[in-house]
């Protein structure tokens, strides 16, 4: 009887990596890498030489010297004498304020316009629908202008709280709408107010987690806890022990007009919120056709199953139609919260002081050095956008249809 051997393998020969087809894609990659490389370095050089021909160099030794201009908003200490380093964490930290607030939102409105947009009531379906096509359809510039002209028309300014005008009257005593911005009550951190904020943090992941054993409870048994009061309670009540056993160290310290402005507490700058809800009503809609997509993308039998089991509507929202279309509404939902953080970079129309307006503006244009100001700008507009592809990614992950 006789046994098939492979053949005994030769010495290897440098031929090999072209003729031989184990190694001949790994040498045409290699030797692209090398071009791209060698084509890099030319352009680098290239550059580098025309620079010093113009008597020009990379330095960022202007991040040093002092800004010499004021920021409106700002939430860090900040004054015209900080250096351009100072005024640049000033507009990274305006950036990403503003473009947190409109993810949030925008998900708000746009899970709620989605939803909505399939409702059987003919009129709350229509209005969803004229809703997305406005706001999709109209450029989020456009809509930034609108907002923040309507404000300084519409609100009135500080001086007309001393008067009798009802129109100029702080709601509840503690918040003020003016053309300048909103004024509401700043918190006062006093001995102890740290055990109330952990407390509350501890109380936000007990709330998670009772939901999430809830979940696991009704899907293992059947068993069909609420949802809605316990939440609050596991929310709420142990912080307010917390809260009152220290004696309320966290107080309210409540905007008060003195001359012609208002002072203490914390305002919101118009330019802030005209950005903000201007970025949260536009790309909302656009949420809102990913939410629609992902819940018809499930079949309708899932509903009819669910409810000839003799789960309510707004269970099988939740449990069933939801879940399932996380995996369709994730991914381009990405996609908006990166278009929100790019188009924050249009403040600059408003005058709201974010990252191109500080560092990508008035310093460019005062230090003259344009290619060091965009480069960075380009390097913290990648690390952001990376930064959110990869949270929403893990997020993605644990999210999608899990294969046996």
Do not use: H
Not at 145 to 156: E, K
Not at 157 to 183: C, E, H, K, L
Not at 394 to 402: G, I, T
């Amino acid at each position: 009887m006789t046994t098939i051997t492979d053949p005994p393998q030769g010495a290897f020969r440098l031929s090999m990596l072209i003729n031989d087809t184990r190694y001949r894609s790994y040498t045409f990659q290699f030797i692209a890498l090398i071009v791209l490389i060698a084509s890099a370095a030319f352009l680098m050089s290239n550059l580098f030489a025309n620079l010093s021909a113009a008597g020009l160099n990379i330095s960022y030794e202007f991040l040093r010297s002092p800004a010499g201009y004021d920021i409106n908003q700002t939430l860090v200490e900040y004054t015209s004498q900080s250096t351009n380093a100072r005024a640049a964490l000033v507009g990274i930290l305006n950036t990403l304020l503003v473009a947190f607030l409109a993810c949030v939102t925008a998900t708000v409105f746009g899970v709620i316009a989605g939803v909505l947009r399939l409702s059987n009531n003919w009129l709350v379906s229509k209005l969803m629908s004229f809703y997305v096509e406005i706001f999709r359809n109209i450029p989020v510039l456009i809509w930034i202008i609108i907002i923040f002209t309507i404000m300084i028309a519409v609100l009135p300014g500080p001086r007309a709280f001393r008067g009798d005008d009802p129109a100029a009257s702080m709601v509840f005593d503690a918040i003020a709408f003016t053309n300048r911005g909103v004024y509401i009550p700043a918190p006062v951190w006093g001995p102890g107010s740290l055990v109330v904020v952990g407390a509350f943090l501890l109380s936000i992941v007990g709330v998670f987690a009772y939901r999430r054993y809830a979940t696991k409870l009704l899907y293992d048994t059947g068993r069909l806890l609420p949802m809605g009061w316990p939440s609050l309670a596991i929310l709420f009540v142990p912080t307010l022990l917390v809260y009152f056993a220290l004696g309320m160290p966290i107080g309210l310290e409540y905007p008060e007009l003195k001359g012609f402005n208002f002072s203490g507490g914390i305002k919101v700058g118009g330019p802030l919120i005209a950005l903000w809800f201007a970025l949260s009503i536009y790309t909302g809609a656009f949420i809102a056709e990913n939410v629609r997509a992902g819940i018809q993308a499930i079949s309708k039998g899932q509903t009819e199953a669910a409810g000839a089991l003799g789960l309510r509507s707004g269970r099988i929202m939740n449990l069933v139609v939801l879940p399932q279309a996380l995996r369709v509404i994730i991914p381009p939902l990405i996609s908006q919260y990166l278009n929100i953080t790019k188009n924050s970079s249009l403040a600059i129309a408003v005058g709201y002081a974010d990252v191109t307006a500080t560092l990508g503006g008035i310093t460019l244009n005062q230090t003259g050095r344009a290619i060091e100001c965009v480069l960075l700008l380009m390097l913290f507009y990648l690390t952001i956008s990376l930064s959110i592809s990869a949270i929403m990614n893990v997020y993605n992950n644990s999210v999608k249809l899990k294969e046996r």
